[in-house]
């Protein structure tokens, strides 16, 4: 367990629906990052958090937006959902920023049928 | 902004034989570089890391490298195992900065 908590791990849905990605830094970790990985592709960023702040955008779709809650735990909403959405979604926290390296949570599976 | 780029792609070795992956870095005031390790389906964990202040890191058969004139940074595996085939990412970043990670590279250890 790397701390770094992730739900759900699984999530079939069809083209057009929304769902929500959740995810629970690790104990003391303030920054909270988001990344998108397709079949056998890198890790696109998408979207990082520091404090409830947004701190840094990526290549994250007009479709998909994310908060950071009070308690730090943070959100990922796609919408209007599209067979190329289909990857799996990292979250990933760290104290401040990446100079002391990101823990990566599970990851969720989602699949757009 | 910062940019890195990771060789080669894929990369295939004997069992046995050592592995190096390299990366380039375009920002000089990167500061921090480290190595992620991805077994399929699983979670990039962090395998070793290296600041700007050292030039090489060494952690049992895993060992890091840093030219910061060249701005670039190599992992080297040695004596690989089967349980070393996985994807590898790079990344650099500068103090309060995110991590920008390279593209990564698939290590097959052949038997």
């Known amino acids: 367990d790397s701390g770094v908590t992730q739900t759900p791990k699984h999530l079939i849905t069809a083209t057009g629906q929304r769902v929500t990605l959740r995810c629970s830094p690790r104990s003391g970790d303030l920054s909270v990052y988001w990344y998108q990985q397709s079949l056998d592709q890198g890790l696109q960023f998408l979207i990082q958090y520091y404090n409830g702040e947004e701190r840094a955008k990526g290549n994250i779709l007009e479709r998909f937006s994310a908060q950071q809650f009070p308690d730090l735990h943070s959100e990922l909403n796609l919408s209007s959902l599209e067979l190329g959405d289909s990857a799996l979604y990292f979250c990933a926290s760290s104290v401040i920023a990446g100079n002391n390296g990101y823990t990566f949570g599970s990851g969720t599976r989602l699949t757009v049928v | 902004g910062e940019n890195v780029e990771q060789h080669p792609s894929t990369l295939s070795v004997q069992e046995g034989d050592s592995a190096v992956i390299k990366c380039t870095y375009s920002d000089s005031a990167s500061n921090y570089f480290p190595w992620y390790k991805q077994e399929l389906g699983k979670r990039p964990q962090l395998i070793i890391d290296?600041?700007?202040?050292?030039g090489e890191k060494k952690d049992q058969r895993i060992a890091v490298t840093l030219n910061k004139t060249a701005k670039h940074f190599s992992l080297h595996i040695t004596e690989t195992q089967p349980e070393d085939s996985a994807v590898y990412f790079c990344?650099?970043?500068?103090?309060?900065?995110?991590?920008?990670f390279g593209t990564g590279t698939r290590l097959t250890i052949i038997p």
């Open positions: 990344a650099a970043s500068f103090g309060n900065e995110k991590l920008t």
């Open positions: 290296i600041r700007s202040n050292v």
